[in-house]
């Protein structure tokens, strides 16, 4: 299995996708996950509306199948979410 990579909101931090156990897309479109450790850090992924207007309401579920497919996929990876005219979308990058 390759290591999945999601980058934060800020862009600063990375995030490995297999550290992740609860996934929230609340009704604002902010995107946290509830990493596995002992004190449950959440980290936002998805601030929320943008200028492209909030994500659609299954973007946590397309951000599970992207991770899927790239774990198939061999190497390492980077994860992030991509707003363009309006369409949201997880675009994954060779590390």
């Known amino acids: ?8 909101a800020d862009g600063g931090d990375m995030i490995r996708a ?3 156990v609860i996934l929230r ?9 509830q990493l596995r450790d002992a004190t449950k850090v959440d980290v936002t992924l998805l601030e929320g509306p943008a200028a492209g207007g909030r994500p659609p ?11 899927a497919e790239l774990a ?3 190497g ?20």
């Open 25 to 33: 897309l609340d009704a604002t479109g902010r995107l946290t996950a």
């Open 18 to 20: 297999d550290a992740i």
């Open 72 to 74: 198939d996929a061999g």
């Open 76 to 95: 390492a990876h980077l994860i992030r979410a991509q707003c363009e005219d309006g369409t949201w979308r997880w675009v994954g990058e060779a590390l």
């Open 57 to 67: 309401a299954d973007f946590h579920r397309r951000l599970i199948r992207k991770v």
């Open 1 to 8: 299995m390759s290591d999945v990579w999601i980058s934060a």
